[in-house]
């Protein structure tokens, strides 16, 4: 039996969008792996070595915001819990400026993961007096262990 009527081609996908997105696919997973690596980057910066007399300034630097702090809470110009906290960030910019140690966002079980006990010890006694409302640190005994922390580390 003979037709006339012609059967149509198979039907095929046009292969421009799956090219397409093949190669946006592509492009965002190099893109994505740049970002990671500049953060990467940006993560293990590295500061210049500290010699002897650089540590021993940044000390001195350190020591004297601390004598700021405690001048401020006897004055009455700012709270014990201020204080504290005050405290806690200088110790912590210390360890940063003197060893390159990021301890300015750690919480206290991460600073106990570092290894460094002074400093776990030190943030540790800040901890009730920074965050409780309630609690009177013993604020002079406190600020000279801070003080005697810092001149004891090398």
Known sequence: MQTTVKLQE???????????????????????IYLIKIKWKIGLKVLPE?????????????????DKIEYKYEKGEIT???????????????????????????????IQKLNIPILYELIERYYKPEFSNEYAGDFKTDINKTRGAINKWK
């Open 50 to 66: 500290r010699t002897a007399r650089n540590k021993n300034a940044i000390k001195e630097r350190y020591l004297h915001e601390l």
């Open 10 to 32: 198979m039907f095929t996908y046009s292969a421009v969008p799956l090219i397409v997105t093949a190669v946006f696919v592509v492009l965002i997973t190099f893109y994505l």
């Open 80 to 110: 014990l819990r201020k204080a504290y906290q005050m405290m806690s960030l200088k110790v912590r910019e210390f360890v940063f400026e003197a060893f390159n140690i990021n301890a300015q966002n750690y919480t206290l079980s991460e």
